[in-house]
């Protein structure tokens, strides 16, 4: 009796899961194809100027969310993720709702910055619903659990763009903000979390010790670093895609088509995540993800060369198809490695590296672009794409590790 109560409310809690990344996905995505043309409004600034300033601004939320994704998964092996999730969810919502109102790019800077601290929705749903979840069908999974977000990203650019065209921006980040509350406010009355019970002679880790494990762990490592290069890959275009948009079109609704090529990637992420998770818990989750950074690879470098609108939309689509299996591939191998007692604090420090990718991204983007041009930005990321596959084949070619008994290892290390 108890089992089947406990799989009806997993069930319900990943429904509820769903729902709200994709509610908090869509809206938090709104913002992002004119956060340029935002800065822009603040004053009389140069090309170069904005570009930076875009960079620096969409990656500073990630510097505080860097350091507090430890704690936050640490705090949630103790005292379970659903107060994390309302947490973030009513601070990424007020963060937002006073985005809108602000004047300068300094203060729009310091919020970002504010919100970093309370940021991590999607994240920790992730790993809340991982730490339910069989290794077996991690991948499945997390990948279906992505759609939920990519459904999201696929239509909040679009409908951002439409709203700050139609309406302007301080409009659009009240409708933000109200969304988030809303699944803010769903997770709270709707979730019914299960803690996990830790067996009578579970062992305690110190952080020291499970970092320390980490770095000592090879594929857990270089996985986490992966993850890192291909957030900085992914994100150092994003917040520039609505200036090389206006580049390639003369519609002076440049919101609303820097929403829809960004909604292209989404479209591909939609599509296919689910069928590379499920391939990753069929054949192996490193050869998929091989497969899919060379994919990535293959799929950027033609952006620099675009003459047309449309053809940047087609390979974003594309794009989107071999990125959409990235995130629950990683997440699954670091899930798979890691024992019961630390998930919540490994998919902090695993969430830890997708923030620092999110960091160096847009702020190495906004410099590359500032200097070179927006088209070289896609050469780096193609060779970051590039220089993951080559650290994952030449992890795959050693000899496999137990990270329990490298962590056994560490603490022993630690005491003598």
């Known amino acids: 009796m108890k089992e089947g109560i406990y799989l009806v409310n997993e069930k319900r809690n990943f429904y509820i899961i769903?729902?709200?990344?994709?509610?908090?996905?869509?809206?938090a995505t709104m913002i992002m194809p004119f956060l340029s043309l935002y800065i822009d409004t603040m004053g009389d600034f140069s090309d170069s100027y904005v570009q930076k300033w875009s960079g620096f601004v969409f990656g500073i939320t990630f510097v505080s969310a860097f350091l507090m994704s430890p704690i936050w998964g640490r705090i949630a092996d103790r005292f379970g993720y659903k107060p994390i999730l309302i947490i973030t969810g009513f601070g990424i919502s007020i963060s937002i709702l006073l985005m809108g109102f602000v004047h300068s790019v300094e203060a729009f800077f310091l919020l970002r910055l504010f919100m970093g601290v309370v940021t991590g929705f999607i994240p920790t749903s992730l790993a809340f619903i991982s730490s339910q979840t069989p290794k077996e069908v991690a991948g499945k999974?997390?990948?279906?659990?992505?759609?939920g977000s990519v459904s999201g990203t696929l239509f909040g650019p679009v409908l951002g763009g439409f709203l700050a065209d139609s309406f302007g921006f301080q409009y659009t980040?009240?409708?933000?903000?109200?969304?988030?509350?809303?699944?803010?406010i769903l997770i709270m009355v709707g979730i019914r979390e299960t803690k996990n019970i830790p067996a009578s002679d579970a062992h305690v880790y110190s952080r020291k010790t499970v970092l320390s494990g980490i770095i000592h762990h090879r594929l857990v490592f270089n996985v986490m670093i992966i993850t890192a290069l291909i957030q900085i890959g992914n994100f150092s275009i994003q917040p520039l895609l609505s200036l090389y948009v206006s580049g390639l079109s003369d519609s002076s609704q440049v919101a609303l088509l820097a929403g829809i090529t960004f909604s292209a990637a989404g479209v591909g992420n939609l599509l296919f995540a689910r069928k590379w998770g499920q391939l990753g818990d069929s054949i192996g989750y490193?050869?998929?993800l091989s497969f899919l950074l060379i994919l990535a690879f293959l799929f950027i470098i033609p952006q620099a060369f675009v003459t047309e609108l449309w053809q940047l939309i087609i390979l974003r689509l594309l794009f989107g198809i071999a990125v959409g299996g990235l995130v629950p591939i990683t997440t699954a191998l670091v899930r798979r490695e890691s024992p019961i007692e630390i998930q919540g604090e490994m998919m902090g420090y695993n969430t830890s590296f997708r923030f620092f990718g999110n960091i160096i991204g847009p702020m190495l983007g906004g410099i590359v672009s500032g200097y070179i041009g927006i088209s070289s930005v896609f050469f780096v990321t193609g060779a970051l794409f590039l220089l993951s596959y080559l650290v994952l084949t030449s992890t795959r070619k050693k000899p496999d590790q137990d990270f329990e008994k490298v962590l056994l290892n560490e603490e022993a290390h630690q005491q003598a």
Do not use: C, D, P, R
């Not at 999974?141 to 759609?147: A, E, I, K, S």
């Not at 980040?173 to 803010?184: E, N, R």
């Open 18 to 27: 769903w729902i709200s990344n994709f509610l908090v996905a869509g809206t």
């Open 141 to 147: 999974t997390l990948g279906t659990l992505q759609m």
């Open 173 to 184: 980040f009240v409708i933000t903000s109200a969304v988030i509350a809303f699944a803010a």
């Open 286 to 288: 490193e050869k998929v």
